[in-house]
Nanobody
Framework: VQLQASGGGLVQAGGSLRLSCAAS????????MAWFRQTPGKEREFVAS????????YYADSVKGRFTISRDNAKNTVYLQMNSLKPEDTAVYYC?????????????????WGQGTQVTVSS
């Protein structure tokens, strides 16, 4: 499956952004989806995930209550709504996909990755 992330940009602290990740090439509803993020010199870290049906979601503690992951299987797209952004949310955000047989927050469990979109939060 091919993934194309978009929606990043520059926003002030306290602001909001919505990231999108469009999938193509395979049946989107066969995949659990996730967002990860990475800053220079650090490992890519889990942000949020959603199972194939949209029925369950998971979040990193650092974003819980501020970020919301959702998906539209008819549009082959997963979203990440980011509210109350903080400077520490600044990173390149990546969407990822893995087969729906199991849910995971581990980077190594995901087979397909988008190209990343930069999010910069100014203080």
């Amino acid at each position: 499956v091919q993934l194309q992330a978009s929606g990043g940009g520059l926003v002030q602290a306290g602001g909001s952004l919505r990231l999108s990740c469009a999938a193509s090439g395979r049946t989107f509803s066969n995949y659990n989806m996730a967002w990860f993020r990475q800053t220079p010199g650090k490992e890519r870290e889990f942000v949020a995930s959603i199972i194939w049906s949209g029925g369950s979601t998971y979040y990193a503690d650092s974003v819980k209550g501020r970020f919301t992951i959702s998906r539209d299987n008819a549009k082959n797209t997963v979203y990440l709504q980011m509210n109350s952004l903080k400077p520490e949310d600044t990173a390149v955000y990546y969407c990822a996909a893995k087969h729906r047989l199991s849910q995971s927050t581990l980077r190594g469990s995901y087979d397909y990755w988008g190209q990343g979109t930069q999010v910069t939060v100014s203080s």
